[in-house]
T-cell receptor
Framework: DGGITQSPKYLFRKEGQNVTLSCEQN?????MYWYRQDPGQGLRLIYY???????QKGDIAEGYSVSREKKESFPLTVTSAQKNPTAFYLC??????????FGEGSRLTVL | QQQVKQSPQSLIVQKGGISIINCAYE??????FPWYQQFPGKGPALLIA?????SEKKEGRFTISFNKSAKQFSLHIMDSQPGDSATYFC????????????FGPGTRLSVLP
């Protein structure tokens, strides 16, 4: 079993705290992505990484940071600078044909 | 500016009926158009995809129709079942987005038993 594994599934954050969402994959994908999902807005790209030790900002990168120190892992940190962080966060890897494989998601709620 | 427009926002269909979801795009450089299915609390899963050199692709009860000149594509679900009740997203890739995807806002489908 495996694929794209996200944790935790649910996370609560107080105002001013940084939180880190984990994304691990065993599919040998080079490219990995982080999306944010809000009701009625589809998926918006936060950050992506095409290769280890390299990553690029997406459409809504402000208030977020990532790292890609190894191929299997692409964690996302939601910083205190993100003014509206409550959302459903999705990590994905890109297959050989270009298709995206998503994890189960992490729901972040700010208290 | 919304690169991919999707309609309707929500759709209710009787069991056995045909569900039709439409998408339109602006960027003629897009070269890959997938549809994703998402159940509540889960990540989206690839349902079916098409490239612009093909006008139609069918996989089981799911069909994509693609109209390149109109810059539109649609998902048809034949013999809709209650288990098809989910949110469906169209997407597009290519052009100045490279390998990245642009997603439509989603359609919530409810199939009544």
């Amino acid at each position: 079993d495996g694929g794209i594994t996200q944790s935790p599934k649910y996370l609560f954050r107080k105002e001013g705290q940084n939180v880190t969402l984990s994304c691990e994959q065993n599919l040998n994908h080079d490219a990995m992505y982080w999306y944010r999902q809000d009701p009625g807005q589809g998926l918006r790209l936060i950050y992506y990484s095409q290769i280890v030790n390299d990553f690029q900002k997406g459409d809504i990168a402000e208030g977020y940071s990532v790292s890609r120190e190894k191929k299997e892992s692409f964690p996302l940190t939601v910083t205190s600078a993100q003014k509206n962080p409550t959302a459903f966060y999705l990590c994905a890897g890109q297959g050989m044909a270009g298709e995206l494989f998503f994890g189960e998601g992490s729901r972040l709620t700010v208290l | 500016q919304q690169q991919v427009k999707q309609s309707p926002q929500s759709l209710i269909v009787q069991k056995g009926g045909i569900s039709i979801i439409n998408c339109a795009y602006e960027n003629t450089a897009f070269d890959y158009f997938p549809w994703y299915q998402q159940f509540p609390g889960k990540g989206p899963a690839l349902l079916i995809a098409i490239r612009p050199d093909v006008s139609e692709k069918k996989e089981g009860r799911f069909t994509i129709s693609f109209n390149k000149s109109a810059k539109q594509f649609s998902l048809h679900i034949m013999d809709s079942q209650p288990g098809d009740s989910a949110t469906y997203f169209c997407a597009a890739r290519g052009g100045n987005y490279g390998q990245n995807f642009v997603f439509g806002p989603g359609t919530r489908l409810s199939v009544l038993p």
